[in-house]
């Protein structure tokens, strides 16, 4: 079962992921790679994870029923509020340019005033031409910030 978010009229359809089955795992197999050449495609288990945890919705964007795009909302509570972070956002390279992106960053941004969330937050990377292109015509505000990473 899934709930249609975005726009009625648009081709793109965009759902919450409920539940994981092979066609969510084969379309992650297909879909991370587009995203980073560093990091493997979940397993059904972590995609079960994923999905299951109320602090993040995985909406898929599906065209002509296959699954070709997909973004990842996490909430996290702080001392000063509600926060969302839009993450692992990735659109298939057939379907970029069709709106797909759109549609999943305003179902996101649905979901996160729905429960309240202050703001919400994303990075990309400066090569990423057309993704911060879209993010600024959605009214995403650039942040005079650095961002730290610590890995392990």
């Known amino acids: 079962m899934s709930q249609t978010l975005g726009d009625p009229s648009s081709s793109v359809r965009i759902e919450r992921a409920e539940r994981v089955d092979d066609e969510l795992v084969d379309a992650f197999e297909r879909l991370i790679p587009q995203l980073s050449s560093s990091s493997p495609a979940p397993s059904a288990e972590h995609l079960r994870e994923l999905v299951s945890s109320p602090d993040t919705v995985l909406f898929l964007a599906r065209v002509d029923d296959r699954i070709l795009g997909s973004l990842t909302l996490a909430f996290y509570r702080i001392p000063t509020g509600l926060k969302a972070w ?28 729905a429960r309240g969330a202050k703001d919400v937050n994303l990075s990309s990377r400066p090569s990423r031409e057309a993704a911060n292109r879209l993010y600024e015509r959605l009214g995403f505000k650039a942040r005079d910030t650095n961002v730290y990473r610590y890995t392990f």
């Open 86 to 113: 839009i993450e692992d956002v990735v659109v298939d390279g057939e379907a970029r340019g069709h709106g797909v992106g759109a549609e999943l960053n305003l179902a996101a941004l649905v979901e996160a005033r």
